[in-house]
C-alpha cells in the first residue's frame, strides 16, 4: 500500500487547513490510517487515527475539538481538518497505515508498516 499526504501550507494561528492522505494499492477498507506529526528536535507524535473497520476514531487530546478525521472510502483518502490552529500544531505531518494494528497500540508510530512521505504545516502567531 501507498500513501500520499498533501494540504499542508503556511497559515496563521486560528487558521484552518485540510490534510489529505491517498491510500493506493490496497481498498483503505482494513487498514487503520492514522495522522501522526514531528516536530524539530521532537518524537513522532500521534494525531489522530480510524480503527481497520472504520467503525471508531481517536483523537489526541492536544488536537481534540480542534481536529477531526474522516475518511472517503469512494475517494479512497482519509483526511485531517485542522482548525483553529495553533503555532504549537507547527510540523511535519505524516499519514500512515496497518493492517495489523490492535487498537490499544494504535498511537504507537511503529505499530505502522505503512507511511507517507509528509506534508509540512507551519503556523505564524
Known amino acids: 500500500v501507498q500513501l500520499q499526504a498533501s494540504g499542508g501550507g503556511l497559515v496563521q494561528a486560528g487558521d484552518s487547513l485540510k490534510l489529505s492522505c491517498e491510500v493506493s494499492?490496497?481498498?483503505?477498507?482494513?487498514?487503520?490510517v492514522a495522522w501522526f506529526r514531528q516536530a524539530p528536535g521532537k518524537e513522532r507524535e500521534f494525531v489522530a487515527c480510524?480503527?481497520?473497520?472504520?467503525?471508531?476514531?481517536s483523537h489526541a487530546d492536544s488536537v481534540k475539538g480542534r481536529f477531526t478525521i474522516s475518511r472517503d472510502r469512494a475517494k479512497k483518502t482519509v483526511d485531517l481538518q485542522m482548525n483553529s490552529l495553533k503555532p504549537e500544531d507547527t510540523a511535519i505531518y505524516y499519514c500512515?497505515?496497518?493492517?495489523?494494528?490492535?487498537?490499544?497500540?494504535?498511537?504507537?508510530?511503529?505499530?505502522?508498516?505503512?507511511w507517507g512521505q509528509g506534508t509540512q504545516v507551519t503556523v505564524s502567531s
Open positions: 500512515a497505515a496497518s493492517s495489523s494494528v490492535i487498537w490499544s497500540a494504535r498511537a504507537t508510530p511503529s505499530a505502522y508498516a505503512y
Open positions: 480510524f480503527s481497520r473497520n472504520g467503525g471508531s476514531s
Open positions: 494499492g490496497r481498498t483503505v477498507s482494513g487498514y487503520a
